[in-house]
């Protein structure tokens, strides 16, 4: 196996994810799965276990001190996805089969990142996924229509923002963004994206969803929006009365 010092997001999941099932002491409790865990990383055994000695150390119900890690990455894996199981467990499996059809395939050309992105909290390569099914331009094409059919206008599922309204219909007919609302952990290589799985944005509110860990859903972009805009809103004038 190559030697590669630094941990991606998506080996560090799968890493806790077994940890939970292996253990600080991993030969012991299930020696097969951690060579399978090695094998799927091509990361060797000892490698491994200082990852898994690094969870333990950040385990308040583990006996032993484990291995303190200096790195940043554990530590925000660890508070991200350790008290929600349901969540790690569907997270890494789908990594996993990612891991598993690169292998077979080779690995799968690089999506250029657009620059306001920041890498989703379950890794990069359902980053990577989650952008490919958007920039589907046929799909992107069909949800317009179909929204254009059932309401006549492309307006922006969050701000209301219409861009022919804005930029008049010679600049500003049919653009309009698509996000995949889907959970990362749901995008299982070779599933379907549906038109229900998009909703149309314009650029400012798809790139807000982007921007920072963790991304926003797209409830909590409304309310964010309507929170800003309620604290924008002048306060009503009052009149003094006057004595006398």
Not at 33 to 46: I, Y
Not at 152 to 177: D, N, P, Q, S, W
């Amino acid at each position: 196996m190559s030697k590669r010092n630094n941990w991606t997001r998506d080996e560090v999941i799968l890493t806790l994810n077994d940890y939970f099932s292996l253990g600080e002491n991993p030969l012991k409790s299930d020696p097969e799965k951690f060579k399978e865990l090695c094998n799927l990383l091509r990361r060797s055994e000892g490698s491994v276990r200082t990852r898994l000695g690094n969870f333990a150390f950040h385990d308040p119900s583990n006996d032993h001190k484990g291995l303190e890690s200096g790195s940043k990455l554990v530590q925000e894996v660890w508070d991200e996805f350790a008290d929600d199981p349901d969540r790690l467990s569907s997270t890494a499996n789908t990594i996993k089969q990612h891991f598993k059809a690169d292998q077979k395939s080779g690995p799968a050309q690089d999506t250029e990142l657009m620059g306001f992105i920041a890498e989703a909290p379950e890794g990069k390569i359902l980053t990577k996924s989650h952008i490919v099914r958007e920039r589907n331009r046929k799909l992107a094409q069909k949800k317009k229509e179909k929204v254009r059919r059932e309401s006549g206008r492309l307006v922006c599922e969050a701000c209301g923002f219409e861009f022919t309204e804005k930029y008049g219909e010679e600049r500003g007919e049919g653009f309009i963004e698509c996000h995949h609302t889907k959970p990362l952990r749901d995008l299982k290589p070779g599933s379907v994206t549906r038109l229900n799985d998009l909703v149309l944005l314009c650029s400012n509110c798809h790139s807000m969803i982007h921007a920072k860990q963790p991304w926003l859903e797209m409830k909590e972009l409304k309310r964010l929006i309507k929170r800003v805009a309620r604290g924008r809103r002048p306060r009503r004038a009052t009149t003094k009365r006057r004595k006398g």
